[in-house]
């Protein structure tokens, strides 16, 4: 069983910068595939990155590549999404994920365990 905890949402300005963290507990995080979704007012749960377990590879919705960047510290159990040159369609509330298996995962039902999410809002 593993739980997350989301933080480091908050309001901030078009263009500008926020840093996401995820909070995980159980003794085999490192063998865990973790991804970042995000859900708008009205929209479906959407991907936006996600990171091996054991390469650290990263994979990115096409939205946030180049912007966004997901990292590991699997000594802390914690995943982040560094979030720069923010829009305002970025706003949404952001949800970390948690797979034990390997492969990319870009769809809800590729995750096993949910945190319950942080809100992100972007003015213009």
């Known amino acids: 069983q593993v739980q997350l905890v989301e933080s480091g949402g908050g309001l901030v300005q078009a263009g500008g910068s926020l840093r996401l963290a995820c909070a995980a507990s159980?003794?085999?995080?490192?063998?865990?595939?973790m991804a970042w979704f995000r859900q708008a007012p009205g929209k479906e749960r959407e991907f936006v990155a996600s990171?091996?377990?054991?390469?650290?590879?990263?994979y990115y919705a096409d939205s946030v590549k180049g912007r966004f960047t997901i990292s590991r510290d699997n000594a802390k159990n914690t995943v982040y999404l560094q979030m720069n040159s923010l829009k305002p369609e970025d706003t949404a509330i952001y949800y970390c994920?948690?797979?034990?298996?390997?492969?990319?995962?870009?769809?809800?039902?590729?995750?096993?365990?949910w945190g319950q999410g942080t809100q992100v809002t972007v003015s213009s």
């Open positions: 994920a948690a797979r034990p298996r390997s492969g990319i995962g870009v769809t809800r039902t590729d995750y096993n365990y």
């Open positions: 159980g003794r085999t995080f490192s063998r865990y595939v």
């Open positions: 990171i091996s377990w054991n390469t650290g590879s990263p």
